[in-house]
């Protein structure tokens, strides 16, 4: 379209294309050939907007853009949510794992200081328990000594003491030196130290009689056959045998130490 008068034209009818929505007046006027001979007539007419200019259409968009606003604020705030809900469990989670990490090393200590308190109670106990045998070893070397002086004893007229005053001192002695009573003080003390050994000998070799336990306790203890010899009251060969019936009964291997093999119960 133009805004001023176009060239004089024969023609009828007059096409206008590409127009864009509006209101729009048409002029148009005539003459005879350079005279005008009528008045200016207008037309005025309206170009409608495209459906999609429309209001209903722009209405549409209207809702189409702030639906598309509200879904992508809820999509940020779910993903936001997602995110700081991540964050938050990966932060539990490291920190279950220091209180977990924590929880093992305390419990590491406790144990470790618990294992330093028996090893102290079972070394203060053995120290016990040696102290025990030496002495009752100590008691039985001294009244084995005492039992051989007593022969050469004599009364205030020189002569040896007679049978029957021997046989009473001797069997005095003898008492003490098979007094069932220090070895139960033995055994108490030895199982306060070792408490499942006689369990474990006795549930293995139910057929072991006490001296054979006996035996087995002083092993243990690593006594050598000297001490052993004064606490059973027998001679160092009868420990020999005696150890050599108890290899049978335990049924010790013939490459495996006696003394060993009772440590390992």
Known sequence: YS??????????????????????????????????????TTFEFTVLRPWYLSNLAIFFYFVIFVSALIMGKKIY?????????????????????????????N????????????????ASKNRELANSAMTLVYKNELLQKLSDELVKLKDENGKK??????????KVI???????????????????????????LKAQHPDLVPNDLKLCAYLRMNMSSKEMSSLLNITLRGIEIRRYRLRKKLNVPHDKNLTEFLMEL
């Open 107 to 122: 419990e590491r200590q406790i144990h470790k200081l618990q294992t330093e308190k028996l090893q102290a109670e079972l």
């Open 161 to 170: 003491l007679g049978d029957d005053q021997l046989r009473k001192i001797q």
């Open 3 to 40: 805004k001023d008068w176009s060239d004089w034209s024969t023609a009828t009818q007059k096409d206008f294309t590409n127009l864009s929505s509006g209101t729009y007046t048409f002029k148009v006027r005539a003459k005879i050939d350079d005279s005008l001979v009528s008045d200016t």
């Open 77 to 105: 705030e779910t993903k936001l949510k997602k995110d700081s809900q991540k964050i938050t469990d990966k932060l539990q989670a490291e920190q279950e794992e220091v209180l977990k990490l924590e929880a093992e090393a």
């Open 174 to 200: 003898n008492d003490g030196m098979t007094d069932e009573r220090d070895w139960h003080l033995f055994e108490n003390s030895f199982n306060e130290a070792h408490e499942s050994f006689f369990k474990k």
